[in-house]
């Protein structure tokens, strides 16, 4: 059974850094598309980074974030993170690690495509 763990998440100034962690039981990262996904209160979900590696690493950001987020993976500690800098009040949200998305990420904003995704870790940033 896969299981995703978010961590890192928490409270901080704008401007300020936070790197989220998801680290994943029963679940070896492949080629396959792996990102980060956020909700804010009534607000639509939205894909917030995404990367494939396939000999090479591949990274998809969104455009809110493009410049100030970095996706990784470590994939001896089977872990992906999201290194988020330059946060903005309107970065607050629920932050959902998802993994086994469609392959080379085509399509990665659309959440339905991953088969996985972990609890959340909420992120508050006051301005």
């Known amino acids: 059974q896969v299981q995703l763990v978010e961590s890192g998440g928490g409270s901080v100034q704008a401007g300020g850094s936070l790197r989220l962690s998801c680290t994943s039981s029963g679940y070896t990262y492949s080629s396959y598309c792996m990102g980060w996904f956020r909700q804010a209160p009534g607000k639509e979900r939205e894909g917030v980074a995404a990367m494939y590696t396939d000999g090479y690493k591949v990274t998809y950001y969104a455009d809110s974030v493009k410049g100030r987020f970095t996706i990784s993976q470590d994939n001896a500690k089977d872990t992906l993170y999201l290194q988020m800098n330059s946060l903005k009040a309107e970065d607050s949200a629920m932050y959902y690690c998802?993994?086994?998305?469609?392959?080379?990420?085509?399509?990665?904003?659309?959440?339905?495509?991953?088969?996985?995704w972990g609890q959340g870790t909420q992120v508050t940033v006051s301005s």
């Open positions: 998802v993994v086994d998305g469609p392959p080379r990420c085509r399509g990665w904003l659309q959440g339905n495509g991953y088969n996985y």
